[in-house]
């Protein structure tokens, strides 16, 4: 069964920080992953994914995200916090094993940047 | 352009009733979704259709019924509204499956008193 795990409920960072959202999963097969930021009253926007090839992928925003296949991990960075990006992030993932249409999201990691 | 579009936006209604909540998408997508974010702002997967076709149903109380008129649209009605629908409903869409991203409508924002 596939399942996604953020440790933080929460996570507060300076403006002008570096910041880490954190993200595990399991899938019996090939993960496909997913970061979706949700702002107050509004639907979630993607950022980015990965599905194949190199581990480091950029997404929008400045956002980017590790693939970590032995830690079955897939945490969010950004160099720089900016405190527009005070949201909540979702990471979700696929089994890209069997037709994918079933995303399973995380609880959220609500993230509070601070001027 | 508003790429997937839901209506209402805020429905607040009496238990035991009966809405509709609907979705529209521009995009050419042959995929939608609906999903239920508790008050927790879990979010967690309802149905899913692909060209018109069922595919996913994810235990949801069968009060809810999907409907896909054609690819571009998904109508959720829910009969004998209870306390616990009160959620705001989301509806996706994306084109294929598994390594492609959804685009979400704004929501809708269920109360039941």
């Known amino acids: 069964a596939q399942s996604v795990a953020q440790p933080e409920d929460q996570v507060n960072v300076a403006e002008g920080n570096p910041l880490t959202v954190k993200c595990t999963y399991s899938v019996s097969g090939n993960p496909y992953l997913f970061w979706y930021v949700q702002y107050p009253n509004r639907g979630l926007q993607f950022l980015l994914k990965y599905i194949t090839g190199d581990n480091l992928v950029k997404g929008s925003y400045g956002f980017e995200a590790e693939f970590n296949k032995s830690q079955t991990s897939f945490h969010l960075k950004k160099p720089s916090a900016l405190v527009s990006d005070s949201a909540l992030y979702f990471c979700a993932v696929r089994d890209g094993n069997t037709g994918g249409f079933k995303t399973i999201f995380g609880a959220g990691t609500r993230l509070f940047v601070k001027a | 352009d508003t790429a997937v579009s839901q209506t209402p936006k805020y429905l607040v209604t009496q238990m035991g009733n009966d809405k509709s909540i609907k979705c529209e998408q521009n995009l050419g997508h042959d995929t939608m979704y609906w999903y239920k974010q508790d008050s927790k702002k879990f979010l967690k997967i309802m149905f899913s259709y692909n060209n018109k076709e069922l595919i996913i149903n994810e235990t949801v109380p069968n009060r809810f019924s999907p409907k896909s008129p054609d690819k571009a649209h998904l109508n959720l009605h829910i009969n004998s509204l209870e306390l616990g629908d009160s959620a705001v409903y989301f509806c996706?869409?994306?084109?294929?499956?598994?390594?492609?991203?959804?685009?979400f409508g704004p929501g809708t924002r269920l109360t039941v008193l």
């Open positions: 996706a869409s994306s084109q294929g499956q598994g390594s492609s991203e959804q685009f």
